[in-house]
């Protein structure tokens, strides 16, 4: 492979190592926020100017189909960085748009322009392998100006992992870049047979092209405007489109985001910054989801999750199932369809199981990573079976659980076999792959589950949520049985849950940490680690409500809530570290669950203190956009929660957490089945003082409600009702 194209020599707030790029620590560049852009298998990740920056290995570049097709795009005005004036992502999230000005351009007296006369607008859009770039340069000068504009680009196509960090001992081949006059084609042959391109084709016409830059000479009279284009095409074995245009690019970049909004629904509120905070979140849930061949999907995660999980794509569904339930209707359709259906110890896959993720890529491809279909996920089968139950709930859908109950039964005959590895009646987990992950519940750091003293846990580990999912999957699960007309199959599930329900109270409550244990090790030691997993268990009901009050008083303590959140660890343990991924931080998504909980046991009060954390850190956060996490350090007077650098956003089941704290404060739940909206002891934070809800769908159904507060006390309201639904209000 060829070596990476020097950077100019003006740009001194880089440094180069070998083939490696730094930003100097006193860099205006050294700034971590981003620009996220995402359209089915491709996503790209500017800087805030509207640049990629071949910056060591950051996360910045175009990607397809798990492959970074460009690792560097970066303006020039006359040599010089331009300076940034304001960057943001349309309400949509369809485009990126950036006010860019120039700086002084050589002396004045000898014909240079002069700082902050030239505008340029920048703006990006992106449908399905296509990156469309724009420039709107304009002149505010006061005579005649000549400057000249270039744009620095390069591709690498290294696979998500190898920018994430995996070292590969062999790559594929770096072919000739196809020079043309206004265009260039990068290609690589990967080990994998397949190559891969990316074609850049420039309007106008360079004046100079070569295989890293293309260069432009701009003359504008007082207030004329110039426009520049650039199409980027990343492909596979098939050839990129290059014949559309910008603004044919824009809008079925709109069009597509606009289909996924949910038909007629909508949430208004009388804080406008909840309802940005609203806003944000669906249109980052759209972004999000993903055709398949089983309908949209919530892809995880940008830049290191944008594939689909099972434990993420799950999660989402439940947050936004009130509200739109056929994103869960398309996740149980996938995962569904990929059960494993044999078993293979390198992707952890055994008969019954749901997958964790699946990947494309050179990487995947060729098994270097085990991610191509991988199933080391102790959790998601369980969840499985929790979704089913909910959705057929909320939906009455009858059609659909028939499809899938040989699915669900075949989840639970693994939890009964399989995921009891030694037999006693609690689900575990021990890696059995070389190379797949070490912990396999949400936390799946490889330090995340460890004893009181900080010890790593050794043999089949039992998290404690886990059999708190297991009790949901096997209750929902009897339910389902039930309307599918097996009374007797119904009835051992049930004895099945109760069961599970006493041995787990009696060996997962510990005393002596006022709550439950994080885990059971391989000889049935208990982790006596106070962490939010036991918040969890909260969820699907399994804790019993005295113990259920104690680890709400437990969780909503100094120790473990920031102002902002509930850490996943308490301050006082062992491992605690608010900058660590899963030993200290704050997750939405969490947060999400642990609220549901607690509203389960009817404990609006901290649901409420929840919500208004959260609503309190989106106000501070980039974009108004809620992250994948963030640092659990204690809030402090006039300042923001801390960013957790590599953070993904916008993340799915981050971005629907704001659905489920407030379906949890308002204590909504919509069933089908019964044709009823039913409203428990509602409660609004103090910055809300009504909730409108517009195109609620129960069954053939709809209705529109309003919330308002008054005092303590909530009234609500039926605004109109179209079908057979009733209100049912509890106080």
Request: proline share 5%.
């Amino acid at each position: 492979m060829k070596g990476d194209r020097e950077l100019p020599a003006e740009s001194g707030d880089v440094i180069r190592i070998r083939d490696e790029y730094y930003i100097l620590a006193s860099s205006s560049l050294a700034d971590d926020r981003t620009r996220v852009l995402k359209s089915g298998e491709t996503f790209v990740v500017f800087d805030r100017t509207g640049d990629l920056h071949p910056i060591g290995r950051g996360q910045q570049g175009l990607y397809h189909d798990g492959t970074r097709h460009l690792r560097r795009l970066e303006l020039r005005i006359g040599n010089e960085r331009p300076i940034l004036l304001s960057s943001t992502i349309t309400e949509d999230n369809a485009a990126v748009a950036v006010d860019l000005t120039n700086p002084l351009l050589g002396s004045l007296s000898e014909g240079g322009v002069a700082q902050d006369s030239i505008h340029v607008l920048r703006s990006a859009v992106l449908v399905d392998g296509i990156c469309q770039h724009r420039l709107r340069i304009r002149s505010f000068a006061q005579e005649p100006i000549h400057f000249s504009i270039s744009l620095l680009f390069d591709a690498d196509f290294v696979d998500i992992f190898e920018v994430r960090g995996f070292e590969r001992k062999h790559s594929g081949e770096r072919l000739d870049p196809v020079l043309a006059e206004a265009s260039v084609t990068f290609a690589y042959r990967g080990l994998d047979d397949v190559v891969r391109t990316t074609s850049l084709e420039f309007t106008p016409e360079p004046q100079s092209l070569d295989a890293g830059e293309a260069r432009f000479t701009v003359s504008l009279p007082p207030g004329g405007e110039q426009v520049f284009d650039l199409r980027v095409a990343c492909a596979g074995p098939e050839a990129g489109n290059l014949g559309v245009s910008y603004e044919q690019t824009a809008e079925a970049a709109r069009n597509a985001l606009a289909a996924r909004t949910a038909d007629g629904f909508a949430i208004e509120t009388s804080n406008e910054q909840f309802n940005d905070w609203l806003k944000r979140a669906t249109a980052d849930l759209r972004m999000m989801l993903t055709q398949t061949p089983h309908g949209l999907y919530p892809y995880a995660g940008v830049p290191w999750f944008n594939a689909p999980f099972g434990r993420d794509g799950i999660i989402t569904g439940l947050e936004t199932l009130w509200m739109d339930p056929s994103i869960a209707a398309s996740v149980l359709r996938y995962l569904a369809a990929t059960q494993a259906n044999e078993e293979s110890p390198d992707s952890e896959a055994e008969p019954g199981k749901i997958l964790h993720e699946a990947r494309g890529g050179e990487l995947p491809i060729l098994g270097e990573v085990p991610f191509r279909r991988y199933y080391g996920a102790v959790d998601t089968t369980p969840l499985f079976v929790v979704l089913a139950h909910a959705h057929f709930e909320r939906t009455g859908d009858l059609e659909l659980l028939r499809e899938i109950w040989p699915n669900v039964e075949r989840a639970l005959a693994w939890i009964d076999s399989c995921g009891d590895v030694d037999g006693d009646g609690f689900v575990e987990y021990q890696r059995r792959g070389a190379t797949g992950l070490v912990n396999q519940g949400w936390k799946d750091s490889h330090d995340s589950v460890f004893h009181a003293d900080g010890r790593p846990v050794e043999g089949a580990i039992a998290l404690c949520e886990v059999q708190a999912y297991v009790y949901g999957a096997r209750t929902g699960a009897a339910e389902l049985a039930d309307a599918l007309g097996q009374p007797e199959r119904a009835q051992a599930l049930r004895a099945e849950a109760e069961s599970l329900r006493q041995r787990f109270e009696e060996q997962f409550w510990s005393d002596e940490i006022d709550s439950y244990v994080l885990a059971l090790d391989g000889r049935k030691q208990p982790c006596r680690v106070r962490s939010s997993n036991a918040g969890q268990c909260l969820f699907t009901g399994i804790a019993s409500f005295e113990h259920a009050q104690s680890v709400v008083t437990t969780l909503m303590g100094e120790s473990f809530y920031s102002r902002w959140g509930i850490r996943t660890l308490a301050t006082s343990e062992k491992r605690f570290n608010p900058m660590s991924y899963h030993n200290g931080s704050v997750w939405p998504h969490d947060n999400a669950l642990i609220a549901a909980g607690f509203a389960r046991y009817g404990m609006r009060t901290p649901v409420v203190e929840i919500l208004s954390g959260f609503f309190d850190a989106v106000q501070s956060l980039d974009l108004g956009r809620m992250p994948e996490l963030f640092c659990g350090f204690a809030r402090r007077h006039g300042q923001g929660p801390t960013p957790f650098p590599v953070a993904c956003a916008p993340q799915a089941w981050s971005a629907a957490a704001v659905f489920l704290l407030l379906q949890s404060s308002l204590g909504l739940r919509v069933s089908a089945r019964s044709n009823q909206v039913l409203i428990s002891n509602a409660f609004l934070p103090p910055f809300l003082d009504q909730v409108r809800i517009r195109g609620l769908r129960v069954g053939a159904a709809t209705v529109d409600l309003q919330l308002q507060g008054r005092g303590d006390d909530v009234a609500v309201q039926v605004l109109q009702r179209d079908g057979d639904v009733d209100v049912v209000v509890v106080k």
